[in-house]
C-alpha cells in the first residue's frame, strides 16, 4: 500500500507539473521522459543508472541478459542516429529494458514476484522522474519569482570569509584540468548515489525483499522538499548575481557587478533584486550540498573503499559547488542542516515515531528555519560581526550533525530489544 500510494503521489505531482509547464508554453516532465523512449535523451549515464537500481530485484544471469540487450539497442539506435545526422546520444536501450521488464511484471509474473519486480522497475523510474520534474521545477521557480535575495546571501556570506569567492579563484588557477575534474564530479553526483544505493541493496534478489531504509529514499525526499525552499528564498548564485555566468548562458546583464571571484561585494544594505526568467533560483538550499551529505551518511556502513568514495565526492561537490560560484558558503551550511533533518525524519518515520526522533527532527528543522531567517533579516549584522556569526553558524550546524550522531548511535545499539524476563511459575489453585 506505501509503494502504491507514493507512486499515486508521484504520478499526481509530475501530472501538476505538466500542465503548470504548459501554461509557459514548455514541455514538462512527463512529456520529456516520453520523448527519450525514442529521441536522443539528455542524460545517458541517468537512464543507465536507473536501469542498473531495477536490477536489484533480478539474479545475476537476468542482469547481463538485460544490460545486453540495453548496450545492444543503444547500439542501433546510436549507428541510425549518425547515419541520418541526428543528434547522437545513449541511454534509450536502458529505458527501454525498464519498460519491458513493467510489461513482464504485469504479463509474466504473479504474487510476490510480481510485486517485487514492479518495486524494482518503480525505483528505476523514480530516479528517471526526479531528474525530470527537477528540471520543471527550476523553470517554474525562475517564471514565478523575478525577484532575488542574492544580496542578503553575499551579505551573511561574510561572515564565513565568502568562501565562493576563495574557492573560486582556487579553481580558476587549477586550469582545465582541475575546472573538469570537479565538473565530472558535480554532474555525476546521481550516478554515485546509485553505487551506494546498489551497495546497500545487493541482497534484495536473494531475500526478495527490499530493506526497511535505504539511500534512494533520502535521495529522492531531498530532492522532493528542496525545491519547495526554493520559492521562499529564491537565490541565483554568485556566478550570476555577481559574475558573467555559467558556461556561456548569460546572465551577465542581469548581475549586480561583475565582481566573482576577484573582488568582494559590499555587505550593506542588501535589497532584492530583479533578474532574467531562465536562470533557476535554485541556491537555498544547496541541494547538491544535501545530495553529497546524504551519499557520505550511507556510505559509513559500506566497505572501506566505498567509504573513501563517498567522502571524496562530498569534499569533491563541496569544491563544485563553491569554485564554480553556483553556490554561497551560507547555501552549504543549510543544506547539511536540511540534509541531516530529511535524513532523521524518514529514520524516525521507520521506527514508529519514538521520542528521541521526534525531538531530533524538531532541532534540525528549527535550525533550518533560524537560518533562512537570519540570512534574510539579520544579514549585515553577521557582516558586522563575523567573530560571532560565523562561528555561530558552524555550530548550529554542528548540533544537528552531533544529534543526529548521538540518536542513531542510540538507535543502533539499543535496536535489538531487550529479551522477556522468564515468567513465574503460578501456583495451582486447590
Same mark, same amino acid.
Given at each position: 500500500m506505501l509503494w502504491t500510494a507514493a507512486a499515486v503521489a508521484v504520478l499526481g505531482f509530475m501530472v501538476a507539473l505538466e500542465i503548470a509547464a504548459r501554461h509557459y508554453g514548455v514541455p514538462g516532465p512527463i512529456t520529456n521522459q516520453a520523448r527519450e523512449v525514442v529521441?536522443?535523451?539528455?542524460?545517458?549515464?541517468?537512464?543507465y543508472a536507473s536501469m542498473? +537500481?531495477?536490477?536489484?530485484?533480478?539474479?545475476?544471469?537476468?542482469?547481463?541478459?538485460?544490460?545486453?540487450?540495453?548496450?545492444?539497442?543503444?547500439?542501433?539506435?546510436?549507428?541510425?542516429?549518425?547515419?541520418?545526422?541526428?543528434?547522437?546520444?545513449?541511454?534509450?536501450?536502458?529505458?527501454?529494458?525498464?519498460?519491458?521488464?513493467?510489461?513482464?511484471?504485469?504479463?509474466?509474473?504473479?504474487?510476490?514476484?510480481?510485486?517485487?519486480l514492479l518495486k524494482g522497475v518503480g525505483l528505476g523510474l523514480l530516479l528517471v522522474a526526479g531528474r525530470k520534474t527537477g528540471d520543471t521545477w527550476l523553470l517554474i521557480t525562475s517564471k514565478t519569482r523575478p525577484m532575488? +535575495?542574492?544580496?542578503?546571501?553575499?551579505?551573511?556570506?561574510?561572515?564565513?570569509?565568502?568562501?565562493?569567492?576563495?574557492?573560486?579563484?582556487?579553481?580558476?588557477?587549477?586550469?582545465?584540468?582541475?575546472?573538469?575534474?570537479?565538473?565530472?564530479?558535480?554532474?555525476?553526483?546521481?550516478?554515485?548515489?546509485v553505487v551506494i544505493a546498489v551497495w546497500q541493496l545487493r541482497g534484495v534478489a536473494a531475500?526478495?525483499?527490499?530493506?526497511?531504509?535505504?539511500?534512494?529514499?533520502?535521495?529522492?525526499?531531498?530532492?522532493?522538499?528542496?525545491?519547495?525552499?526554493?520559492?521562499?528564498?529564491?537565490?541565483?548564485?554568485?556566478?550570476?548575481?555577481?559574475?558573467?555566468?555559467?558556461?556561456?548562458?548569460?546572465?551577465?546583464?542581469?548581475?549586480?557587478?561583475?565582481?566573482?571571484?576577484?573582488t568582494l561585494p559590499s555587505a550593506g544594505a542588501p535589497q532584492h533584486m530583479p533578474y532574467d526568467e531562465f536562470t533557476p533560483r535554485n541556491c537555498m538550499p544547496s541541494l547538491h550540498t544535501a545530495w553529497s551529505v546524504v551519499i557520505f551518511i550511507h556510505s559509513r556502513t559500506a566497505p572501506r573503499a566505498?567509504?573513501?568514495?563517498?567522502?571524496?565526492?562530498?569534499?569533491?561537490?563541496?569544491?563544485?559547488?563553491?569554485?564554480?560560484?553556483?553556490?554561497?558558503?551560507?547555501?552549504?551550511?543549510?543544506g547539511v542542516v536540511f540534509a541531516y533533518t530529511v535524513e532523521a525524519a524518514l529514520r524516525?518515520?521507520?521506527?514508529?515515531?519514538?521520542?528521541?526522533?521526534?525531538?531530533?527532527?524538531?532541532?534540525?528543522?528549527?535550525?533550518?528555519?533560524?537560518? +533562512?531567517?537570519?540570512?534574510?533579516?539579520?544579514?549585515?549584522?553577521?557582516?558586522?560581526?563575523?567573530?560571532?556569526?560565523?562561528?555561530? +553558524?558552524?555550530?548550529?550546524?554542528a548540533s544537528v550533525v552531533h544529534g543526529y550522531l548521538r540518536t542513531t548511535r542510540l538507535w543502533d545499539t539499543g535496536a535489538a530489544p531487550a529479551p522477556a524476563p522468564p515468567a513465574r511459575p503460578q501456583p495451582e489453585l486447590v
Open positions: 529521441f536522443a535523451p539528455a542524460s545517458g549515464p541517468l537512464l542498473a +537500481l531495477m536490477m536489484v530485484v533480478l539474479t545475476w544471469r537476468q542482469r547481463f541478459v538485460a544490460a545486453g540487450v540495453a548496450v545492444g539497442i543503444d547500439v542501433v539506435l546510436v549507428l541510425v542516429r549518425w547515419a541520418a545526422g541526428a543528434e547522437v546520444n545513449y541511454g534509450n536501450g536502458a529505458l527501454w529494458v525498464i519498460l519491458g521488464h513493467a510489461v513482464l511484471a504485469l504479463t509474466r509474473r504473479t504474487g510476490r514476484e510480481r510485486v517485487l532575488v +535575495l542574492d544580496q542578503y546571501l553575499a551579505s551573511a556570506d561574510h561572515a564565513l570569509g565568502n568562501p565562493s569567492w576563495v574557492a573560486g579563484r582556487i579553481v580558476e588557477a587549477t586550469g582545465p584540468v582541475g575546472h573538469h575534474v570537479l565538473d565530472f564530479v558535480y554532474v555525476m553526483l546521481p550516478v554515485a548515489a531475500e526478495r525483499r527490499f530493506p526497511r531504509h535505504h539511500l534512494v529514499r533520502t535521495f529522492l525526499a531531498v530532492g522532493l522538499l528542496g525545491p519547495a525552499v526554493y520559492m521562499v528564498f529564491p537565490v541565483v548564485g554568485p556566478i550570476f548575481a555577481y559574475g558573467d555566468g555559467a558556461w556561456g548562458t548569460g546572465g551577465g546583464e542581469w548581475a549586480l557587478a561583475h565582481l566573482w571571484p576577484h566505498l567509504r573513501w568514495a563517498g567522502t571524496a565526492w562530498l569534499v569533491a561537490t563541496l569544491s563544485a559547488t563553491l569554485g564554480f560560484g553556483y553556490h554561497y558558503g551560507v547555501d552549504l551550511v543549510a524516525t518515520f521507520d521506527r514508529g515515531l519514538d521520542w528521541p526522533g521526534i525531538r531530533l527532527v524538531a532541532h534540525g528543522t528549527a535550525v533550518f528555519a533560524a537560518l +533562512l531567517l537570519a540570512y534574510r533579516y539579520l544579514p549585515v549584522e553577521m557582516a558586522a560581526r563575523p567573530w560571532a556569526a560565523g562561528p555561530l +553558524l558552524l555550530l548550529a550546524m
